[in-house]
Nanobody
Framework: QVQLVESGGGLVQAGGSLRLSCAAS????????MGWFRQAPGKEREFVAG????????YYTDSVKGRFTVSRDNAKNTVWLQMNSLKPEDTAVYYC?????????????????WGQGTQVTVSS
């Protein structure tokens, strides 16, 4: 049974930092890219960042480039999203997701497993 559990969300002032974690279980036998998505109230879910299974390739949506860093440690079955220079527009529920077998990209429909989400609120 696959389970993804996010943590690390919270309330932070603009310009501050947060580090989100995603603990994965049940995925050790498959090589999957991992992604972070977010959904703000009244908006569609959007891709934020992704990392290949090996960790050697990362990709980001333009609005977070230079501020967010995604990483993973397969030995610990954990993926992180380091978020710096946070802005009020980063406020959203952030979701960790495991990509479909062989898929590396930003399309949410191509991700097979999702966590329950963690709230990030950035005050101005």
């Amino acid at each position: 049974q696959v389970q993804l559990v996010e943590s690390g969300g919270g309330l932070v002032q603009a310009g501050g930092s947060l580090r989100l974690s995603c603990a994965a279980s049940g995925l050790t036998s498959s090589r999957r890219a991992m992604g972070w998505f977010r959904q703000a109230p009244g908006k569609e879910r959007e891709f934020v960042a992704g990392v290949s299974w090996s960790g050697d390739r990362t990709y980001y949506t333009d609005s977070v480039k230079g501020r967010f860093t995604v990483s993973r440690d397969n030995a610990k079955n954990t993926v992180w999203l380091q978020m710096n220079s946070l802005k009020p527009e980063d406020t959203a529920v952030y979701y960790c997701a495991a990509g479909g077998l062989g898929y590396t990209g930003s399309a949410s429909a191509r991700y097979d497993y999702w966590g329950q989400g963690t709230q990030v609120t950035v005050s101005s």
